[in-house]
């Protein structure tokens, strides 16, 4: 089975450039993730959608990011205007549905973008 | 600020040894998870401990869970080569995964 698929698999761009990058979820999954690694802050969860609508957005970091999920099988994350400080892998995860504390499903990752604003 | 703060940060061992890595959290959780990743990929789920559970395994996986102490320790026997990872511990928080720093552990043949 595919798992989760993120593109590009690295990403070098100029400070003040728009950067775009993608996640296919695995078929089915009913939850996608978008999380953030960096040695100073770890692994930050930005914004998660259900059923394709953003459920929980307060991870991101500020207005220059955005992230949509237009349809089940693709998601975006967005980042205008770029900035060094933007540095960082980027995740992306989906799981099945679940009730919280209940019937729990794990995260699936993909092997996630790495971002370099120079 | 993340939950989950793990000890030790780095762990180097031999092959055939036990690894024992431990996480800390401050709130009250519905259950506890614990994740590999492997240099230049994504998190891998492991294993996972509800919150009226005090140990499970998997294989070489031994995880035990303490909520009066806040604490979880995951335990790899007779580790290989191929153990070598990042492993972070993550609560559920209200369906929010929020992990830890990680433990680097390093297995040498």
């Known amino acids: 089975d595919a798992g989760v698929i993120q593109s590009p698999r690295h990403e070098v761009t100029e400070m003040g450039q728009e950067v775009t990058l993608r996640c296919k979820p695995i078929?089915?999954?009913?939850?996608l993730f978008w999380y953030r690694q960096t040695m100073m802050r770890g692994l930050e969860l930005l914004i998660y959608?259900?059923?394709?609508?953003?459920?929980?957005d307060s991870g991101m970091p500020e207005d220059r990011f955005s992230a949509k999920m237009p349809n089940a099988s693709f998601s975006t994350l967005k980042i205008q205007p770029s900035e060094p400080r933007d540095s960082a892998v980027y995740f992306c995860a989906s799981s099945l549905w679940y009730t919280a504390g209940a019937n729990y499903q794990p995260q699936h990752f993909g092997d996630g973008t790495r971002l370099s604003i120079l | 600020s993340q939950q989950g703060e793990e000890d030790p940060q780095a762990l180097s061992i031999q092959e055939g040894e036990n690894a024992t890595m431990n996480c800390s959290y401050k709130?009250?959780?519905?259950?506890l998870q614990w994740y590999r990743q492997n240099s230049g990929r994504g998190l891998v789920h492991l294993i996972l401990i509800r919150s009226n559970e005090r140990e499970k395994h998997s294989g070489r996986l031994r995880v035990t869970l303490d909520t009066s102490k806040k604490s979880s320790s995951l335990l790899i026997t007779a580790s290989r080569a191929a153990d070598t990872a990042s492993y972070f511990c993550a609560t559920d928080q209200g369906g929010k995964l929020i992990f830890g720093q990680g433990t680097e552990l390093s297995v040498k043949p």
């Open positions: 959608f259900n059923n394709n609508v953003p459920i929980d």
């Open positions: 078929s089915g999954h009913d939850y």
């Open positions: 709130t009250s959780i519905n259950n």
